[in-house]
């Protein structure tokens, strides 16, 4: 049975984290701020993308806690709010692969 407290969890995790991951360009911006923490122009280089972009996706992921922030003067830098996020994505990664695989399996012994 199902009790409602992961009910909520579930709810919190779709609502937060998975919107959050809805899109490519933040998932990159995860991996490349595993990396080091970057300023917003570091970000736009790196993944050349425009400025605005960059700084619409960092909003969606500061509003719901995967990155933070540290000022120094005018530069803002960013960074993980936990390594754990770069755990999670690899293993998704990897069960993602294994999928693949399979289904390439699958079809080569169709064929």
Excluded at 17 to 23: E, Q, R, T, V
Excluded at 35 to 60: C, M, W
Aim: net charge neutral; aromatic share 4%.
């Amino acid at each position: 049975m199902i009790n409602q407290t992961l009910k909520q969890e579930i709810s919190e995790l779709e609502a937060d984290f998975c919107f959050a991951l809805s899109d490519p360009n933040r998932i990159l911006m995860l991996y490349a701020l595993s990396e080091k923490p970057l300023n917003v122009t570091e970000l736009t280089n790196e993944l050349g993308l425009n400025q605005p972009t960059t700084s619409r996706h960092l909003k969606v992921m500061r509003e719901r806690g995967l990155v933070q922030t540290v000022r120094t003067g005018t530069t803002v830098t960013y960074h993980l709010s936990d390594l754990r996020l770069i755990q999670a994505l690899d293993l998704l990664r990897s069960v993602m692969r294994d999928r693949l695989t399979e289904r390439a399996s699958l079809i080569n012994e169709i064929a």
